[in-house]
């Protein structure tokens, strides 16, 4: 209930999580005999602030109350100086708020699922303000400092460049030279042989500065600048189960505007960048922490998969969706895949299984494990025309596309439609049928790699115009180690590809209101997020 402060916790939900798979045999009197020992636990006083619900229960923490409170407000304290060159000050806040930390979190919670969904996240977090912590250090001259801070760093991240492009001003900085250029040559030989690619084009410039002898003051320039970037400050919201209604949650300050995701291949000169995850989970994890201490419908996919290879349509299988508008009609068309480390194949058919109405349009989302470099085509056999309209791929050259097609001529269930792709280790392809779509605005992507999971999706980076009456769709393309991803209210989860422990989910909503429009939901590891507005 702490992770979930002043919010409905149902009693289902506690059950789980409290006996996970073992629940006793009246599994809500004991859950209330629980809540009673807490309350006997918390004093008369405190006691008060759980409160028992129809549903489930709620403990009402006042603001300031837990160390989560001061951690934000000492992190963004420290990120507000360091903005404006006051480094012994920012040092100073970040110094505090580290010290907060007592251990591994949830390290006494015998809950894995708890830990599963929050550890990462909070982790990763944890990670963001060292960093900001360590550009401090670095910019008042405490170089032997970081260097050791980094070297550990760096070792339990091999693959981020923020730390290695660090490690080598803080070696550089402490009149080791040598051994800041011998870090840019152990990395490049480790990411070209066992990536293929090459390090990031600003570290190579760092390295090509520091052979130069290059003022190390001009190589704190880039960590200045990145400190000056405005700060993203937006408040998540989260529905309250009792009403149904939305609650703003404190945001986290985003405590990394310039930090880039290792990435091997920037299309159109842009980053991908991570943005912290949701404030409720950040601020659930480190609470605990602190205080604490449809089968495949039909059809085989070309070329066939591999014996071994898992082939299923649907987690939570769902019928056509009607919508009670006269002519927001979801159909669901297709869902076809393979597990099966088909790196030879480039090509798949996906059946119809219910019938297109012309007119409407076809949407189809793809999800490429472990691709490479190449076009990715969509097209059917009535001939309709399918336009990318999304694209996004993570350091691991696993990738999520949206592709549309307008206004498209009707397809029978003797119809096939085929994607053609660069060579990929899985497939995940999912195809849906909307009413009513006149043309495509704007959309939004969003990634993460293995060594900065976290414990919710977004693509709130880019937040998409939108006006009521817009569809928005989203894909998320997924390892979710077992769990797929969750929607935040407001979204209609399609039939869910699972592959292993990957997983292709597709998602609409109609837009209530205008505004800014974001995908967001909760996952537990991995994922690659497209979101795209279409215009009704």
């Given at each position: ?13 506690l ?34 602030r ?42 100073s806040?970040l ?8 251990g ?17 996240a ?55 030279q040598?051994?800041a ?10 990411v ?10 600003d570290l190579?410039?760092?390295?090509q ?27 998540d ?182 994607a ?30 293995y ?26 393309a ?55 507005v279409?215009?009704?």
């Open positions: 209930m702490l992770l979930r402060a002043g919010r409905l916790v149902s009693t289902d939900e059950v789980e999580l409290v006996w996970e798979e073992q629940a006793p045999g009246r599994p809500r009197q004991a859950l209330q005999n629980h809540v009673m020992r807490v309350r006997q636990v918390l004093g008369l006083t405190v006691a008060e759980l409160r028992t619900l129809p549903s489930g229960y709620v403990l009402d923490v006042e603001a300031g109350e837990l160390d989560i409170d001061r951690f934000t407000v000492l992190q963004a304290r420290g990120q507000a100086a360091a903005a404006v060159g006051e480094w012994r000050d920012a040092r806040h110094d505090a708020a580290l010290d907060l930390w007592r591994e979190p949830l390290i006494d919670i015998p809950s894995p699922s708890l830990q599963d969904e929050h550890c990462d909070l982790r990763h977090h944890h990670l963001l303000v060292r960093e900001m912590r360590i550009d401090a250090s670095l910019q008042l001259g405490r170089y032997t400092d970081a260097a050791g801070e980094l070297r550990a760093l760096t070792a339990a991240y091999p693959w981020r460049e923020r730390l290695r492009g660090r490690l080598m001003i803080a070696l550089y900085g402490d009149g080791r040598a051994e250029l011998s870090v840019f040559r152990d990395f490049r030989n480790a070209t042989e066992e990536l293929g690619i090459e390090p990031d084009a190579q410039l760092l390295h500065r520091i052979l130069g002898q290059d003022p190390v003051s001009s190589l704190l320039e880039r960590v200045n600048e990145a400190s000056r970037l405005p700060q993203g400050n937006e408040a919201t989260t529905p309250d189960d009792s009403s149904g209604s939305k609650a703003a949650e404190p945001a986290v300050p985003q405590v990394e505007p310039g930090g880039r995701l290792f990435h091997p291949q920037r299309r159109g000169g842009g980053y991908h960048r991570f943005k912290p995850s949701t404030a409720v989970m950040m601020a659930a994890a480190f609470v605990a922490g602190l205080l604490l201490g449809r089968p495949l419908l039909g059809g085989e996919a070309r070329p066939p998969a591999a014996p071994d290879a898992e082939l299923i349509g649907v987690e939570d299988p769902l019928p056509p969706v009607q919508k009670t508008s006269a002519d927001g009609v979801v159909r669901f068309i297709g869902r076809v895949g393979s597990d099966a480390q088909i790196l030879s194949t480039t090509s798949v058919d996906v059946p119809v299984e219910n019938p297109v109405t012309t007119g409407d349009t076809v949407i189809v989302s793809l999800g490429l494990t472990s691709t490479s470099a190449g076009a990715v085509t969509v097209t059917d056999s009535a001939g309709n025309v399918y336009t990318p309209v999304g694209d996004v791929v993570d350091a691991y050259w696993h990738r999520t596309l949206i592709y549309a097609a307008f206004k498209a001529g009707a397809l029978k269930t003797a119809d096939r439609i085929t053609t792709y660069p060579r990929s280790s899985k497939y995940h392809i999912a195809v849906d049928e909307f009413r009513g779509v006149t043309g495509v605005g704007a959309s939004a992507s969003g990634s993460n790699v060594e900065q999971n976290a414990s919710s999706f977004t693509t709130s980076k880019t937040p998409l115009n939108c006006k009521r009456g817009d569809l928005f769709v989203a894909a998320v997924s390892n979710s180690s077992g769990v797929p991803p969750r929607f935040s209210a407001g979204w209609q989860t399609l039939p869910i590809l699972k592959l292993s422990s990957y997983r292709l989910t597709t998602a609409f909503q109609y837009v209530t209101d205008d505004g800014k429009c974001a995908a967001t939901g909760q996952t537990r590891a991995q994922w690659e997020a497209i979101a795209v279409f215009h009704r």
